[in-house]
């Protein structure tokens, strides 16, 4: 998942020439000898033209960083020209669907993770498993199971993300304050840091899948589920939040800030100690001239109780191939799809897409230039697809969550009422498993 949806182009252009040119090098090469291993390949075929969809409008970081993609792509294969589409997030799925259902896709897609098992529904996508060249070895088990739907792999990652704790390290060394790591400490801190000029915390409670993503690592890590939402476990982090808004260490206006660039702004300037948020902000952050471990710190998302496992949710966009085209045009959108898994051209992308590889050896190698990643690679290891229990149903089951989220903090309905709610939705939504 990515904030909706602001991404810097300033760190494209301060790329080093030497990183293009291996980064060229590992992008290209998916060439039927390296990569694809197919005697078919898009090489020696005549003229091909692909389609590619994502929503990654200009200029930011992800719009240079896919035309770069597509460029050398396309000098490694001069018979392949690849046609790029973006369309706005909000209206991909909705148009995705639409061609599912009159059987023309895109020979390639770049949707959000939760999306793939409702498409791959359509029948409309390629399952990977069989195409010469696939493997998941070496992937995080998360980046996995989110491409995963009825025992088939339908896309890899284009990168992954979690979101973690952000604080204002001047503001918590000014109230001799540590960053929390337990619930109780949250909820002292943030009435600790609260003042007429700021509040302690912030987090999105949105009307939208931002604010569901952003309880998640509260109520999984609690020991919840989201096929029982009234549960006492996810009764208890739902109030964790209305508590907070409650007591005024907590904006009211959670309820309409979403991720980026409402938190991200009320971070930067100075109206919010702590806030939830992921690495997407990075490029605001470095456009304001703030610096991590300087200005501000990162730590995982505090637990209920020490010994808690956390569990965040995972993240990120995913390449996909529909289904249809040419023989010779689907061989060119397999090698395009490889071309991005070598490991010099995955943290390319992911550098300038804000992501997290979604390899473990990449991710070594990327934290040596990276550190303001390192607790986000740490909860990425072992972070939950969330369409891990409902699959393409996962949008319904999210809703009815975001809604109870909306009444709960809104006072309309008290939390064990909201979710009673929910779960009356919940219950009529069936389960979907992933293997």
């Given amino acids: 998942m990515r904030a909706i949806r602001r991404l810097g182009w300033r760190a494209l252009a301060a790329a080093s020439v030497s990183l293009l040119a291996v980064g060229t090098a590992a992008a290209c090469s998916s060439s039927p000898s390296s990569s694809s291993g197919s005697s078919g390949s898009a090489a020696s075929s005549g003229k091909v033209t692909i389609t590619e969809f994502d929503y990654y409008t200009g200029p930011t970081g992800a719009d240079a960083a896919m035309n770069w993609y597509n460029s050398q792509f396309m000098k490694a294969h001069p018979n392949v020209t690849v046609q790029r589409t973006s369309v706005p997030y909000a209206n991909l799925i909705t148009k995705i669907l639409q061609d599912a259902t009159a059987g023309d896709m895109p020979n390639l897609l770049i949707i ?9 529904a359509t029948g409309q996508l390629v399952a990977f498993n069989g195409l010469s060249g696939f493997t998941t070895s070496g992937y995080t088990a998360g980046a996995i199971g989110e491409c995963t739907y009825q025992g088939k792999q339908y896309c890899y990652p284009i990168g992954t993300n979690t979101i973690g704790l952000f604080y204002n390290k001047a503001m918590l060394a000014a109230a001799h304050l540590s960053p929390p790591t337990t619930w109780a400490q949250l909820q002292a801190d943030a009435k600790t840091l609260t003042t007429s000029a700021h509040y302690g915390f912030a987090f999105d409670a949105t009307s939208d899948e931002q604010s569901t993503w952003q309880l998640e690592p509260f109520f999984w890590s609690n020991g919840a589920s989201l096929t029982k939402v009234d549960s006492p476990q996810f009764q208890q982090a739902l109030q964790l939040w209305v508590n907070m808004v409650k007591d005024g260490s907590a904006s009211k206006s959670v309820l309409t800030w979403g991720q980026d660039p409402d938190l991200t702004q009320q971070f930067l300037h100075g109206k919010a100690a702590m806030m939830i948020n992921g690495p997407w902000i990075f490029p605001e952050l470095n456009t304001a001239g703030w610096k991590y471990n300087q200005q501000y710190g990162i730590v995982p998302i505090p637990l209920n109780s020490a010994g808690d496992k956390l569990t965040t949710p995972l993240g990120g966009e995913t390449l996909d191939i529909g289904a249809g085209g040419s023989s010779a045009q689907q061989q ?33 190698q990327y934290l040596q230039s990276g550190p303001q990643y390192t607790v986000f690679a740490q909860e990425t290891q072992t972070a939950r697809a969330r369409t891990i229990e409902y699959g393409a149903n996962y949008p319904k089951v999210s809703q009815a969550i975001w ?18 709610t929910a779960q009356g939705t919940v219950s009529g939504v069936q389960q979907q498993s992933s293997s």
């Avoid at 959000?112 to 409702?118: A, K, L, Q, R, T």
């Avoid at 959108?333 to 473990?360: D, F, I, N, R």
């Fill in 332 to 364: 060119a959108a397999w090698e395009w799809v490889q071309g991005m898994q070598q490991p010099t051209a995955m943290a390319y992308m992911a550098s300038h897409m804000y992501y997290l590889p979604s390899k473990t050896a990449v991710i070594q």
């Fill in 112 to 120: 959000d993770n939760p999306n793939v098992p409702e498409v791959a």
């Fill in 403 to 420: 809604t109870a989220i909306q009444s709960a903090i809104t006072g309309t309905a008290s939390v064990n009422s909201a979710l009673q």
